[in-house]
């Protein structure tokens, strides 16, 4: 039961956002209730059907279009309710839904009961496409590098990629992020706070307009400010460059597939470390082949930073 209902309420939410991008604002505002609410930050509350409309009514005089939802769960309440939550973008603004509250109507049909959401970044002007592409650099520090305390196999190599990229993107003014991976674990056999080696390579460093996001596990979206530097972006690809092609980069690529983010993981730009399973002795270029072939069912486009560049120029 609670299957089909979840289908339910994702087919009504798909159907409001069709309806939203085609500007059909009325058949927005009838999909609530007539007793309905909405709360919008940092814009106020609206109570009942007529108030509701009226917002979006005014709203849609911006030319609101591309709506989209990301990182969309679902949970049923019982067999006439159900809240939504998700990140979502469009061409003038991004945000955060907080709840949805969608209710079966006797009727038949889902209608909103409830409507919470946030807009983080509003536009004065639509955000080019191209600006909604990100270069994120993945663990790029010195415990990685030769005389660090975890070295990998080609990770000057892969910087050198990297910092292809980089430079590509700070001199066109795009979107860059790093990660950078701080263990809590005093004992960890690398990446451990106020040493030397948790610093990101020189090469490759932050300038001081460029996010920072620090993370102390495996994905790079738990418990960390990636997924609302993304939202606030309106980043809609990720680029991905760094270290471990088995670990980080593997995750961070399947973790925002999952959530709606299309990846592409830079095949050259990307390192491993010689690692032994029972028998078998695997070599860097060995583990970052076997992770690209991984990601190619499902989790990302694997292409090489020359490729990129020529696409994207």
């Known amino acids: 039961m609670s299957q089909s209902i979840r289908q339910s309420v994702m087919q009504a939410s798909r159907e409001w956002i069709a309806n939203f991008n085609l500007g059909n604002v009325q058949a927005c505002i009838e999909r609530y209730l007539p007793e309905a609410n909405m709360q919008v930050s940092p814009f106020g509350r609206f109570d009942g059907r007529d108030a509701i409309g009226a917002f979006w009514s005014e709203f849609a ?68 496409q191209h600006m909604r592409t990100s270069l994120v650099l993945v663990d790029l520090q010195n415990d990685y590098f030769p005389g660090g305390r975890f070295p990998l196999d080609n990770t000057d190599e892969a910087t ?21 991976h701080i263990f809590e674990d005093e004992n960890a056999a690398f990446f451990t706070d106020n040493t030397p080696g948790i610093e990101i390579a020189l090469s490759v460093a932050p300038q001081k307009s460029e996010p920072l996001v620090v993370k102390h596990q495996v994905d790079s979206f738990i418990d960390t400010s990636l997924e609302q530097t993304l939202v606030e972006l309106g980043i809609e690809k990720l680029v991905i460059v760094g270290a ?32 032994g399973y029972g028998e078998h002795d695997f070599s860097g270029e060995q583990l970052v082949a076997a992770n690209l072939l991984s990601l190619s069912f499902g989790g990302a486009e694997a292409i090489t930073t020359a490729e990129w560049l020529n696409k994207n120029s």
């Not at 949970?75 to 603004?93: E, G, H, P, T, Y």
């Not at 991004?94 to 038949?108: A, M, N, R, V, Y």
């Open 61 to 128: 005089k911006s030319g609101p279009t591309q709506l989209v939802y990301r990182n969309v769960e679902i949970k049923v309440l019982n067999d006439k309710q159900a809240i939504l939550s998700a990140n979502w973008s469009m061409n003038i603004a991004s945000g955060f839904i907080s709840k949805e509250l969608w209710t079966l109507s006797d009727d038949g049909q889902w209608y909103l009961a409830e409507d919470d959401f946030s807009v983080l970044t509003q536009l004065a002007a639509p955000l080019e």
């Open 244 to 275: 471990m092609a088995q670990a980080c980069v593997q995750t961070i690529a399947r973790s925002a597939t999952n959530k709606g983010y299309h990846c592409e993981v830079i095949s050259d730009a990307i390192a491993a470390p010689t690692l």
């Open 160 to 180: 050198k990629q990297a910092k292809t990229l980089l430079t590509h993107f700070r001199e066109q003014g795009l979107p860059v992020i790093h990660i950078q």
